[in-house]
């Protein structure tokens, strides 16, 4: 079964969700201090946000299909570069977690887990930022 269809690039739409991303982030930021849960759960929407913006602005786009979350995650493994391979493995580690805690009670969120969400997401907005404007068309 494709995973993925075709989606018209959309630049000013790339720039809303990489927007929505950043707002996603702030969020998390300012609710780490008293849920820890909800500040991951952001900075994963954060994540998330920026890679459909990536995917978009190579021509793509996920099928709304059960496991949408992973194929976003293989599609940006498959086409950033590999040095930031770190940062889409702690992505991943990322979904499973946001999905314990949101479908299963035992999905505790600790402040480092929090913690780290927020410094991964804020590395990953650089990076996919960088490469999107690298690729966006010049005025």
Known sequence: MKKS???TTDWPQIGRFLQSAEKRLSSAR?????DEEACLQ???EAMLR???AFMFSHGLRPRSQ?????VIIDFVGQH?????AGLLTVFDRLRRKR???LYDDTGFVSRHDAEEAITT???YLAVIGADIDARRPKA
């Open 42 to 44: 952001q900075a994963y």
């Open 121 to 123: 997401a804020r590395d």
């Open 80 to 84: 950033l570069d590999k040095q930031h």
């Open 66 to 70: 059960p496991g949408h979350h992973v």
């Open 50 to 52: 920026a890679s459909l």
């Open 99 to 101: 999905n314990t805690a």
């Open 5 to 7: 269809k075709p989606h």
């Open 30 to 34: 300012k609710i780490l201090e008293f």
